[in-house]
């Protein structure tokens, strides 16, 4: 990793009613193939900070800075085309359209050759290849999940930020989705995994942000965290799998 990071976050206060920030003095930061996990209580600000980041929110105090460059206040397609995805928890796929034709508008913004793009997102996903004629509506919350990284994915982004990915899927499913999440990790791709299974993100990240009352309570490597008993009382005994 190089020293610089790739998303830095400082002093950001962010919400949805003008007065009424949800954010109060965030700092954040992640590195180029970096793992992070963004865990804390319902209500901690978790996807108010993916939202301030992507450009769905503007942060009314602070700064925030992609590969070096203030995108602060910038809009969403502007922001994508720096080299950052975001993947909602719902509403993350076109239901009407094939998996296929899900891939090929993820790329809209792209003028290169889809197919082997297309492949490489079907070799990553093995499921969606064999379900790449059906529509998107018919498939499983997994296999929706898997669709809504691999549509992001055909951007090749530097950043990708995940938004709840494990929200309403079974315990299988959960493991194959934190899986895949691993291994585009590991393919070259940050990562800002904003997680209610605070456990299993924090076991899978190099570093974790525990986030209270809109401020970023604890920070470090996510096995510390785990382990950390103070973390452990206030925010996992709820998602506990032992």
Avoid: W
Wanted: charged fraction near 20%.
């Amino acid at each position: 990793m190089t020293n610089d990071p790739i998303l830095l976050v400082e002093d950001v206060y962010a919400g949805y009613v003008k007065d009424l920030d949800i954010l109060q003095g965030v700092n954040f930061k992640i590195y180029p193939a970096e793992l992070v996990a963004v865990i804390g209580p319902n209500g901690a600000g978790k996807s108010t900070l993916a939202k301030t980041i992507f450009g769905l929110l503007n942060p009314h105090r602070g700064k925030i800075t992609f590969k070096g460059e203030s995108i602060g206040g910038l809009k969403s397609d502007r922001i994508v085309q720096r080299g950052m995805c975001y993947v909602p928890q719902i509403a993350n796929v076109f239901p009407s359209l094939t998996v296929e034709e899900n891939l090929e508008m993820g790329a809209f913004i792209r003028n290169v050759r889809l197919q082997p793009l297309k492949e490489r997102i079907f070799a990553t996903f093995p499921v969606l290849a064999k379900r790449r004629r059906q529509r998107a509506g018919t498939l499983s919350g997994g296999e929706r999940q898997m669709l809504a990284m691999g549509k992001a994915l055909m951007l090749e982004p530097s950043l990708l930020l995940l938004d709840e990915p494990s929200a309403a899927l079974s315990p299988i499913l959960v493991n194959n989705v934190f899986e895949q999440i691993k291994q585009i990790n590991q393919d070259g791709t940050a990562i800002v995994l904003v997680e209610q299974n605070a456990r299993k993100a924090l076991e899978m990240s190099h570093r974790g942000y525990v986030l209270e009352a809109g401020r970023d309570r604890f920070t470090g490597p996510g096995i510390e965290l785990l382990n950390d008993p103070k973390v452990g009382e206030l925010y996992l005994g709820a998602t506990s799998t032992h």
